[in-house]
């Protein structure tokens, strides 16, 4: 089955305590994206990679790293998590770069940082 | 001035009524519309995408843009209980980044 799989789905932690959460995907997707979602704010763009060992900056980068070392995986690196990082995560892959390429979302990773 | 601007929302309508879900953007550069459909608890799912001005019908679904405004609209027909969901209107650029909307959340009664 074609899909995005996240994990943790959910993770309660401590601020300053490193942590990542992993995204992989299954569909040889060249681009894959993080965004948070917070209500009354949608869904913002954290960092996206148009390939591997490309990846750029979104709307709201700071405080996040990524990587992408392969095609597949596309990790979100927090390295010390502060509690306005409490937010609904989303990964999502696209195959291309084409205006209307569908984006694919995996299931959510519920953070909580106290 | 966010790039993308959706009216919030909540949306209560009856069974069988017509829904219009509107945002509105900044950029008049942007070409790409799309409208994602997401349930509770789950990832966003995409419904439909339009490019540049005119309609796009899909089954119940229509979506609308126009251009002169930078206003787009999903129209729902005959909506039914299962459309109930946050909708989000997005909108892609350059390419590689993505704009959504805070959604609207819509509830179609029994």
């Known amino acids: 089955e074609a899909q995005v799989t996240q994990n943790p789905r959910y993770l309660i932690t401590v601020t300053g305590k490193k942590l990542t959460v992993t995204c992989s995907q299954n569909m040889n997707h060249e681009y894959m994206s993080w965004y948070r979602q917070d209500p009354g704010l949608g869904l913002r763009q954290i960092y996206y990679s148009m390939n591997v060992e490309v990846t750029d900056k979104g709307d709201v980068p700071e405080g996040y790293k990524v990587s992408r070392k392969e095609k597949r995986n596309f990790p979100l690196i927090l390295e010390s998590p502060s509690p306005n990082q409490t937010s609904l995560y989303f990964c999502?892959?696209?195959?291309?770069?084409?205006?209307?390429?569908?984006?694919?979302f995996g299931p959510g990773t519920r953070l909580t940082v106290l | 001035q966010k790039e993308v601007e959706q009216d919030p929302g909540p949306l209560s309508v009856p069974e069988g009524a017509i829904v219009s879900l509107n945002c509105t953007y900044s950029?008049?550069?942007?070409?790409?519309f799309m409208w994602y459909r997401q349930y509770s608890r789950k990832g966003p799912e995409l419904l439909m995408y339009t490019y540049s001005s005119g309609n796009k019908e899909d089954g119940r679904f229509t979506a609308q843009v126009d251009k002169s405004s930078k206003y787009i609209s999903l129209f729902i027909r005959d909506s039914q209980p299962s459309d109930s969901a946050t909708y989000l209107c997005a909108i892609p650029f350059n390419f590689n980044k993505f704009y959504f909307g805070s959604g609207t959340k819509l509830n179609v009664k029994p």
């Open positions: 950029n008049s550069a942007f070409q790409y």
């Open positions: 999502a892959s696209r195959p291309g770069l084409a205006g209307g390429d569908t984006q694919y």
